[in-house]
């Protein structure tokens, strides 16, 4: 089977995109691959992190891959920080790229904007996530758009380390759906919804109360008019959430538009509403039942020994065509 690697950082809350955009993808690829899925609590530390913060949402993001339905007998579900080997690899892959080639990365750009003091981790973070990617060989990488330029960088520092020392990495190619990957934010449909807006109203976190829920999409921003109509240029706002009900309603876009035929947003927003309530239920039981129980230390030790086979002999390969000497 082909292989896929993806991870979530742990700063800040999973929000209703990452469920949409990602995990639900995540969920489907492991029918049908060999998948190792990891929080990324290594990247996380590229800005400040308040330590029992991070403790705590580092278990509730791999807890909640398991209640949006990864099952750990199909696919490897680990912290990034047990398996050793991926920094081991991040400084091996920063030692071959260039200055250059990072300084036109433009999540570095746009989180490097205007601060005095900038964490040499943000500058480097793209060579970690090429060795997240490239110690296992990955075939299929799901990344969203705002991470494509990262891929990219992988595959050309996966060729670089092929042509200078004669090792065999497997080049990646992105996996990018044609549905459901990117969910817009409540407040600005020009915006992708992420767990790191400062505006708590601007997503939907997939731990959110219902009536948190409820308060916040009647306060979505909608656009002029009153037509409850599909068309993300001239009305980007009610066509986000639109998208939304789609998917939680498992419906059509014409069929909703017919279903809101000239009722207007109150409405629809009142519905929607309900919907993603509807939605989010089964999983947030889920989470809480995986949190009291215990079980996650058990399956977070099983993920990263399943991912350390890999990763140790990846390592191990690459190093010995480097000319590192090896221990016996």
């Known amino acids: 089977m082909k292989r896929v690697l993806s991870g979530i950082q742990p700063s800040g809350q999973l929000t209703l995109g990452n469920y949409i955009g990602a995990m639900q ?12 899925f990891m929080v990324v609590d290594l990247h996380a530390i590229t800005m400040p992190q308040d330590p029992a913060a991070l403790r705590e949402q580092s ?18 579900v680990f912290m990034q920080s047990h398996v050793p080997e991926h920094a081991e690899l991040g400084w091996i892959m920063t030692t071959v790229s260039y200055m250059g080639e990072l300084e036109r990365m433009t999540q570095y750009k746009d989180k490097s904007a205007g601060k005095e003091s900038i964490p040499a981790g943000l500058f480097v973070y793209p060579t970690l996530m090429a060795a997240d990617i490239l110690i296992y060989n990955a075939d299929l990488v799901p990344v969203g758009d705002d991470q494509k330029q990262h891929l990219e960088l992988t595959r050309d520092l996966a060729q670089r380390v092929n042509q200078r020392y004669a090792t065999s990495l497997q080049v990646p190619e992105p996996y990018i759906p044609q549905t459901g990957a990117r969910i817009m934010s409540l407040d600005d449909a020009s915006k992708k919804m992420s767990k790191s ?26 656009d002029s008019g009153r037509e409850v109509r599909f068309d993300p240029v001239e009305k980007p706002e009610i066509s986000n959430l639109m998208a939304i009900y789609a998917h939680c309603a498992n419906m059509q876009m014409s069929e909703v538009e017919r279903a809101y035929e000239g009722q207007g947003y109150g409405a ?49 390969q690459i190093k010995d065509k480097m000319g590192f000497v090896l221990p016996q």
């Open 25 to 36: 993808n995540f969920v489907k690829l492991q029918e049908t691959h060999q998948c190792f």
């Open 59 to 76: 278990e509730a993001v791999a807890a909640l891959f398991l209640a949006a339905g990864i099952d750990p007998n199909r696919a490897s």
């Open 197 to 222: 807006n400062p505006n708590p109203g601007s997503y939907i976190a997939l731990l959110d109360e219902p009536d948190v829920i409820r308060k916040k999409l009647s306060r979505a921003t909608t």
């Open 268 to 316: 629809f927003k009142k519905d929607l509403a309900e919907r993603v309530v509807e939605a989010l239920e089964p999983l947030q039981a889920r989470y809480r039942e995986i949190r009291q129980s215990g079980e996650l230390p058990a399956i977070l030790r099983k993920g990263a020994a399943e991912a350390r086979e890999v990763a140790s002999e990846t390592l191990r």
